[in-house]
């Protein structure tokens, strides 16, 4: 494994240059703004905040899962010596080591929790389990203290994956060292592995648990797969944006690597509807009253609206659209689906969360808005603040030029 050539090196300037530290800082205030605003208006509602809390996490499980979407993306690139990638995974590096700033962003989550408030967790409140007798037997696991302990390791688990990844490629862009290469291929593997099992119990944990009666082994995999299609969503519209905007060549990220990044999107918007379809059909089919009662709530009022969006919304439509190969390998077309799989990816985290509030009817507002935007703006600012003047682009990558000459067949 040879350094690359000179001749197959991208761009020197393609990094965000000065116009970083300014974006940063306005998406930083603006998002604490939004996160203010939501807060006030959870208050004025006089539940304890309980909408509040449920938005918020709608909202942050959403943002989440781009950079648990980010890290597989990578893991999964050098697990597998991918060539093709190379000059669009820096994005991709970028948003996996983004994990300091949803880190800090739990905390609203964790705070209520430890101070057993069950407005958000029901099982988070010992009055609430010491009158079910379920409650008192899964208690060691679902206690505040585990909880706490297992969030923090989810947390470490991913920063280190994520730097370690970025680090090692940032430093080869310097040296053009090819053992850094083969030092992130062996840790693909085992990060795949270590990361699936993390996110299979932050989802239990994070998501599940919400409503604490009810279990789905395959739930995990579920949001996994969410996860997966909104990071593809990102990171399609982020080679458009700064290609749009000057900050990426057309050299270095061309049709051919959007052809593919499409065949994945359509790939994983595949994935996620085989596991849907898996995880309902096994539960209908059973008909056990403990296990049908979730899917219930989401089949009746206007939920079940919500469920025919994603139905058609996050598979059939997509499926059909993403099929074309025309689709793929255009800009346009390519980034008007992925901007429609991020909104019914966040349709989805909804879905799964806001039924808490009211079973009956889906409830939307300003509130949901807002922790939307300002989640979201906080977690951009730290993906700027990450990319700083980094180049967007790879080059000391030993399959730069296989990546700059890649082809489909």
Same mark, same amino acid.
């Given at each position: ?66 950079? +648990? &979407? @980010?890290? !597989? ?9 991918? $060539?093709?990638? #190379?000059?669009?995974? /820096? ?17 609203p989550i964790l705070i209520p929790v430890l101070q057993g408030n069950g407005g958000l967790y029901p099982w988070a409140d010992p009055d609430i389990v010491a009158g079910s ?27 280190? +994956? &994520? @730097?370690? !990844? ?9 040296? $053009?060292?090819? #053992?850094?290469?083969? /030092? ?114 989401r089949q009746t009022g206007t939920w079940k609206w919500v469920s025919l969006i994603l139905l058609f919304g996050h598979l059939l439509i997509p499926f059909v659209a993403l ?41 939307i507002g300003l509130i949901d808005g807002a922790c939307l935007l300002g989640i979201g703006s906080l977690y951009l600012a730290g993906a700027v603040r990450i990319a700083g ?21």
């Open positions: 494994m040879q350094a690359n050539p000179t001749s197959n090196s991208t761009d020197p300037k393609e990094t965000l240059g000065s116009v970083a530290p300014r974006v940063c800082v306005a998406l930083a205030v603006f998002g604490v703004v939004m996160i203010a605003a939501a807060f006030g208006l959870g208050k004025a509602r006089g539940d304890d905040l309980r909408y509040f809390l449920h938005s918020y996490l709608t909202g942050y499980c959403y943002w989440l899962s781009i950079s +648990l &979407g @980010a890290l !597989f993306f990578v893991a999964l690139q050098h697990a597998t010596r991918a $060539g093709w990638s #190379v000059t669009v995974r /820096r994005l991709a590096e970028v948003l996996a080591a983004n994990i300091l700033v949803p880190a800090i962003l739990f905390l007798e379920l409650l008192q037997h899964k208690a060691a696991y679902l206690n505040s203290g585990f909880f706490a302990a297992r969030a923090i390791g989810y947390f470490v688990v991913w920063a280190l +994956l &994520g @730097a370690c !990844f970025l680090q090692r490629s940032v430093r080869q862009d310097e040296s $053009g060292d090819p #053992v850094l290469t083969q /030092r992130m291929e062996r840790l693909g593997g085992p990060a795949l592995l270590v990361l699936g099992l993390t996110v299979t119990f932050a989802a239990f944990d994070w998501l599940m648990s919400l409503e604490p009666n009810w279990f789905s082994t395959i739930f995990g995999i579920y949001y996994y797969a969410g996860a997966a299609v909104g990071f593809q969503a990102v990171l399609i519209l982020a080679a458009i944006l700064l290609q749009a905007t000057g900050r990426v060549s057309e050299r270095s990220i061309t049709v051919e690597h959007y052809h593919d990044l499409g065949k994945l999107l359509f790939t994983f918007v595949f994935f996620w509807g085989y596991i849907a379809f898996s995880q309902y059909m096994l539960i209908w089919y059973a008909n056990i009253p403990e296990e049908t009662s979730w899917y219930l709530t099929l074309s190969r025309k689709v793929r390998r255009s800009k346009v077309l390519l980034g008007f689906w992925a901007v429609w799989l991020l909104v019914v990816h966040w349709i989805d985290v909804y879905w799964l969360v806001m039924p808490g509030v009211d079973g009956q009817a889906a409830p003047r980094r180049s967007l682009v790879v080059t000391g990558d030993p399959r730069l030029g296989e990546s700059l000459a890649f082809e489909n067949s």
